[in-house]
């Protein structure tokens, strides 16, 4: 079965930087897109973006354009995201999840809440 | 970018009710419109994509429609498991976007 495991909760100091990671297994992971999506505490989903795990190519939403990177490894099925100059409106859970071909979230990571403060 | 507005933002309702959620886009998305419950704690779950398909293992008193702009998420003889919140989801174009939500509570 599908499964996608996120890496644990971190703590971060304004300023500074967190990479979260995806492991995917139960499926061919270079024939699906991965997206990221957060959501702060009590509030509601916001799409960061994507990336093809076949050739890397990646889309940001405007809003994390600079900011965001989305990487992987093919070689142990691995999705990344970094986030920089993190600032307290970041704290916030952090998903990944897969897009199935009718462009619907099917499969989601279990969240990695990051928390930025000083 | 595609707004996404949903209605109601909060239901209080009872075990047994039928309850309709709305989701108007700001602009045609055709069917990419999926629908998601998530209880506190815990990731969001497909319910329903392309509008109207319910996905497998997901029960049968769930049921969307719609096409275009407006659509609408129905849960009938709502079940104690049902109390959560829903999101709508477009993915006609990038970026994507959710709805607001709505969360059930009980009455």
């Known amino acids: 079965q599908v499964q996608l495991v996120q890496s644990g909760a971190e703590v971060r100091k304004p300023g500074a930087s967190v990479k979260v990671s995806c492991k995917a297994s139960?499926?061919?992971?270079?024939?699906?897109?991965m997206h990221w999506v957060r959501q702060a505490p009590g509030q509601g989903l916001e799409w960061m973006g994507r990336?093809?795990?076949?050739?890397?190519?990646?889309t940001y939403a405007q809003k994390f354009q600079g900011r965001v990177t989305m990487t992987r490894d093919t070689s142990i099925t691995t999705a990344y995201m970094e986030l920089t100059r993190l600032g307290p409106d970041d704290t916030a859970f952090y998903y990944c999840?897969?897009?199935?071909?009718?462009?619907?979230?099917?499969?989601w990571g279990q969240g990695t809440l990051v928390t930025v403060s000083s | 970018d595609i707004q996404m507005t949903q209605s109601p933002s909060s239901l209080s309702v009872s075990v047994g009710d039928r309850v309709t959620i709305t989701c108007r886009a700001s602009?045609?998305?055709?069917?990419?419109l999926h629908w998601y419950q998530q209880r506190p704690g815990t990731a969001p779950k497909l319910l329903i994509y392309?509008?109207?398909n319910l996905k497998r293992g997901v029960p049968s008193r769930f049921s969307g429609s719609g096409s275009g702009t407006d659509f609408t998420l129905t849960i009938t003889s709502l079940q104690p498991e049902d109390f959560a919140t829903y999101y709508c989801?477009?993915?006609?174009?990038?970026?994507?976007?959710f709805g607001q939500g709505t969360r059930l509570e009980i009455k």
């Open positions: 999840a897969r897009v199935d071909s009718d462009l619907s979230f099917d499969s």
């Open positions: 139960g499926y061919t992971f270079t024939a699906y897109f």
């Open positions: 990336i093809s795990p076949n050739t890397g190519g990646t």
């Open positions: 602009q045609t998305i055709s069917t990419y």
């Open positions: 392309t509008a109207s």
């Open positions: 989801h477009q993915s006609y174009s990038t970026p994507f976007t």
